[in-house]
């Protein structure tokens, strides 16, 4: 069995992201929550809350409530007042965890070294914050699955770059120089894949209640991204990023680049160089992260109706 820590900002992809782990049975050993796309304590929320929707006890670990060094905002404008539409929601029974997501990453990585696996769908400050205390997780944490930057340059949050890295590009900075085994699914790769009309509709037609709620979640997403993003429906940024972690062949093109992240306070802020030639040049060095270039959107949207089909 596959262990995984789910690191949120807990919007609608990543309610889903964290679904298609728990449908896909791989040990959720816990949720992170991280500064992002909206109000801290909103995010802590919408994990527990969605948790408590599959009914799973999941320890959610709230963690750094604001970027290492810079100032950023929140995204209600992209995911509805409460990250996951235009509803608030409130959990009943679950309760967040008082130990922080870093200790909780450190002691994780400890208890299932070699083994475990770090899915960032969200700001990298947490990640950065554990390697911080304990350089020694490089080692011990098996694999990290990034999504986020953009190799061609097309950024959503400014014309260059993505928000996960933007929100916290010294966090990003740190993990993408520690040496871990990284894979990075950024987002101009992801919005060729969105989820079109045709595929809407199959969605609103399947009447299942994870579909309902699917419907629920992404409808002020999908009127943003398609309205203000000229994106032709909706895009899967953080569910593709967890398709692939959890099926490798959904990714058909992959290559190792050499990655900086612009930590400046410039313009550029938040933006990922890629040496996408792995050219011998001045300002390049040896692969840091791993990029998907290509995904099969079949493969993809089969786990998506999968999952819509749970209950
Ligand atoms: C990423 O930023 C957030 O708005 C989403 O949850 C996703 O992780 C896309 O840039
Ligand atoms: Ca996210």
Redo the contacts with the bound molecule.
């Keep these: 069995m596959r262990h995984f820590i789910i690191d949120c ?1 807990t ?4 309610v889903l992201s964290l679904y298609l782990l728990l449908k896909n049975n791989i040990d959720v050993v816990a949720v992170t929550i991280v500064e ?2 909206i109000s801290y304590e909103q995010e802590v929320k919408n994990a527990l809350w969605a948790l408590e929707q599959v009914n799973r006890e999941i320890p959610v670990y709230p963690g750094a409530n604001k970027p290492l060094l810079k100032n950023y905002i929140t ?1 209600e404008k ?2 509805g007042k409460g990250g996951i539409g235009d509803v608030t929601v409130e959990p009943k029974r679950l309760k967040a965890q008082e130990k922080h997501a870093a200790l909780a990453i450190i002691d994780l990585a400890n208890e299932y070294a070699g083994e475990l696996e770090f899915l960032a ?2 700001p990298l400050t947490n990640l950065a914050l554990a390697y911080l205390l304990d350089n020694s997780i490089v080692k011990k944490i098996k694999k990290v699955w990034v ?2 930057g953009a190799v061609f340059g097309i950024g ?2 400014t014309p260059v770059a ?3 890295i933007w929100v916290d590009p010294d966090a990003a900075k740190i993990v993408f120089n520690a040496g871990f085994d990284i894979t990075m699914i950024p ?1 101009d790769v ?1 919005i060729n894949y969105p989820v079109t009309d045709e595929e809407w509709n199959v969605i609103k037609n399947m009447k299942t209640r994870m579909s309902e709620l699917y419907v629920s979640m992404y409808l002020h997403y999908r009127q943003y991204s398609s309205t203000v993003q000229k994106i032709n429906g909706h895009p899967h ?2 569910a593709i990023t967890t398709a692939i972690a959890i099926d490798g062949s959904i990714a058909t093109r992959r290559e190792k680049r050499f990655v900086v992240i612009d930590n400046t306070d410039n313009i550029t802020r938040g933006m990922t160089l890629v040496d996408r030639f792995d050219a011998d040049t001045s300002w390049s060095d040896k692969p840091n992260a791993e990029i998907v270039y290509e995904i099969n959107k079949k493969s993809f949207m089969e786990k998506i109706y999968d999952l819509l089909n749970w209950f």
Excluded at 11 to 14: L, N, S, T
Aim: hydrophobic share 40%; charged share 25%.
């Design positions: 900002d919007a609608e992809d990543d992002g796309n995204v992209v995911h769908i969200s999504m986020g959503n949050i993505e928000f996960n987002w992801i940024p953080d």
